[in-house]
Structure formats: structure tokens, C-alpha cells
């Protein structure tokens, strides 16, 4: 096999090594190894990094998601033993906010941080010095109630990518030739990997699932049902299972070559709503929506909150504006982002999806 005329990142070497000596890997595995390199190197966020999420925009988007889970708390009973939980939490910017706006309804939880990157750690530290972490959701708390808040992680699990044949199933694989990697053709895949609506997708179609997402998404199911509480996750993806490849990169805020460099660059796939519903459902909890994240935040007051924002400073209020809008406009994040609930069967039913 050709190798490169460059020296590869030792992430690239060591992956070109394993498929010279074990053949293609499967795309997740691929995705999961550069992602894991990725976060563990580096703050992604903001204008000297790769890209920005919600709560980074605006405080508004921290604030309303604390107060979604403070008002379900209240109407609860106000549960003993209540914890804030959040996966993926970025620099710790939407827990602050979270738990600012928390506080202000009675509500004053611990704080457990789902995350494996040090450098993220380091900077979650920082705002949230009392926050416990964890490098997994299995080692969260198993006496009392669970509030979870996932933005903006589920996007970055890895995917398994099936490609339709007339003879069946396939699984796509990541090849290393003439020094680059590129995606090939691998093994026949069973059918009860697809979806039951997707199976008569026709030759060439390529189907995503994401198995670690399913599994968490039970996970999270399955403790809530358990021990009380509820699940907010929002990301961008689409709300019914449907074919077709979303897998990207992202790299300095614009999009990148995903089969380049990996390990030094964001790899994401729109986040398939309706199958983390159905994965949720075994835990026997209550689902609601997904609904656009515009519409939500619409619903949990984000005008008024903005408006109030604005009076208080009016020389911000041209940007307290401009980031209403970057979060609410269906051209913008309103739209393809999206607001999925899980809430334990004993609770009441939560705002935002009426």
C-alpha cells in the first residue's frame, strides 16, 4: 500500500498502520478515534476554535433550559436529593446559566459533569469548581432524581454507515490509499441493523445509526424511570429515521474535509430524533417532541427574557437581538436543531411542546 509523501499526525499513522495490517475499519470506528483525539486536545469553542454552540451565543439559552428543569422539579413536589447532570458540557457556560436561573426557583442541586476531555475538565473547573465528572453516564448517582441536559453531544457519537445493494446490505468502511483515507465498500451487514422503514431504501442509499447513542439514550431512559427526574437534549439532526449521509467535519467555522486529518478537526452527523426516542421507550418514560429548537425557546418565554435583557443594558441591545435570532430563526438554528424530552412517567408533562 502507497504510503504518504507526508508525515502523518501520529493519530493518522497509527490508524493508516491498523488498516495496512487489518484491512478497512468501519466508519464509526474511524469517527470515534478521531473525535476522541479531537476533544482530548484541545477547546474547540469559540472564535479562535472550530466552531460555537448555543449557550456560548447567548445567556438566554442556559437561563430558559435551567428553568425548564426547575419548573418540572416545582411541579414534581420538589423531589429530595435532585441533581443537575450534563453531558458534553462544553467550558461549563450552559451549566452556569442553568444553575443561575435554577437557584433563583428554590433550586440549588450538585452538579455531575459527563465528560472526558482534560482540557474541557479544566475549563468546566473553572465555572464549576463544586462539579463532580465522569467519564461515563454509569457512574452518575443512583440515589435520587436525575436532571439531564445533553446539547450538542449526541451529534458527536460515532455512526455506522449501511449502504443499500441490490443484494442487500453493506457495511461502509474507511480504506487508507495513496495517503488519504476514503470511505470503501466492506462486509454484508444483517438486515436488523436498518431500520424497519428504511429497509427497501433503494441500491446506492446510504442509512446512518448510531448504536453508542441508542445505548446511552436507554441508559438515561432506564435511571429516569428508576429514580425520577428528566432528560432536555437538543441538537441539530432530523425527526423521523430517513436515509441519506450527513457525516462532516468542521474546522476554523467552516466545513472540511472529513476523510483529512483526523483527529484535528469536528466530526458530527445529524442526530436521528426518532431513533432515540424508540431507544428511550424501553426505560418506560414519556417522550416529548422533537420540536424545533426555535419553537421552544419561543414557548419557554425567550422574548421576553431578551426584551428584559435589553432594557437592563441598552447599549447591548442590538446583539441581544442578533443572538435571539441566530438561536430562534428557522434559517439560522431555529429549525434544524431540535428539543427531545424525557421525563419519568410519575412527573408531569413539561412546556415547550404543545
Wanted: glycine letters at 10%; proline letters at 8%; charged letters at 20%.
Amino acid at each position: 500500500m502507497p504510503e504518504s509523501t507526508t508525515i502523518a499526525p501520529a493519530l493518522e499513522q497509527r490508524l493508516a498502520q491498523l488498516i495496512a495490517r487489518s484491512g478497512p475499519i468501519p466508519v464509526g470506528r474511524y469517527m470515534a478515534e478521531a473525535n476522541a483525539h479531537y476533544y482530548a486536545t484541545r477547546d474547540p469553542l469559540g472564535a479562535a476554535g472550530d466552531f460555537i454552540t448555543a449557550p456560548e451565543i447567548s445567556q438566554m439559552f442556559g437561563e430558559l433550559a435551567g428553568l425548564w428543569l426547575a419548573d418540572l422539579w416545582v411541579r414534581a413536589g420538589r423531589p429530595a436529593n435532585a441533581y443537575y447532570v450534563e453531558l458534553g458540557p462544553g467550558r461549563g457556560t450552559l451549566a452556569r446559566d442553568a444553575l443561575k436561573a435554577m437557584k433563583a426557583a428554590g433550586l440549588s442541586p450538585p452538579v455531575e459533569l459527563v465528560e472526558t476531555s482534560p482540557v474541557l475538565r479544566a475549563a468546566q473547573a473553572a465555572l464549576l469548581p463544586a462539579a463532580r465528572w465522569h467519564d461515563d453516564c454509569a457512574g452518575l448517582p443512583e440515589n435520587g432524581t436525575l436532571l439531564i441536559v445533553a446539547n450538542e453531544f449526541f451529534d458527536a457519537l460515532p455512526v455506522r454507515q449501511l449502504v443499500a445493494t441490490g443484494e442487500g446490505w453493506r457495511e461502509r468502511m474507511v480504506d487508507y490509499r495513496d495517503g488519504r483515507f476514503v470511505p470503501a465498500a466492506g462486509p454484508p451487514a444483517p438486515a436488523a441493523a436498518i431500520p424497519d422503514t428504511l429497509r427497501d431504501s433503494p441500491p446506492g442509499a446510504i442509512v446512518e445509526t448510531s448504536p453508542a447513542s441508542a445505548a446511552i439514550a436507554g441508559a438515561l431512559a432506564e435511571r429516569i424511570a428508576a429514580q425520577g427526574g428528566a432528560a432536555l437534549i437538543i441538537d441539530y439532526g432530523h425527526q423521523v429515521s430517513s436515509p441519506g449521509e450527513t457525516l462532516q467535519a468542521v474546522h476554523a467555522h467552516g466545513y472540511a474535509d472529513p476523510w483529512a486529518e483526523p483527529g484535528e478537526r469536528d466530526l458530527t452527523a445529524h442526530v436521528d430524533f426518532e431513533a432515540l426516542a424508540r431507544a428511550a421507550r424501553h426505560g418506560e418514560v414519556k417522550s416529548f417532541g422533537p420540536v424545533g429548537q426555535g419553537d421552544w425557546l419561543r414557548a419557554l418565554g425567550i422574548e421576553l427574557r431578551a426584551a428584559s435583557l435589553a432594557a437592563a443594558a441598552p447599549e447591548r441591545a442590538q446583539e441581544i437581538a442578533q443572538a435571539r435570532l441566530r438561536l430562534t430563526a428557522p434559517d439560522q438554528m431555529g429549525s434544524l436543531f431540535k428539543v427531545l424530552a424525557l421525563v419519568a412517567r410519575s412527573w408531569p408533562d413539561p412546556e415547550g411542546f404543545r
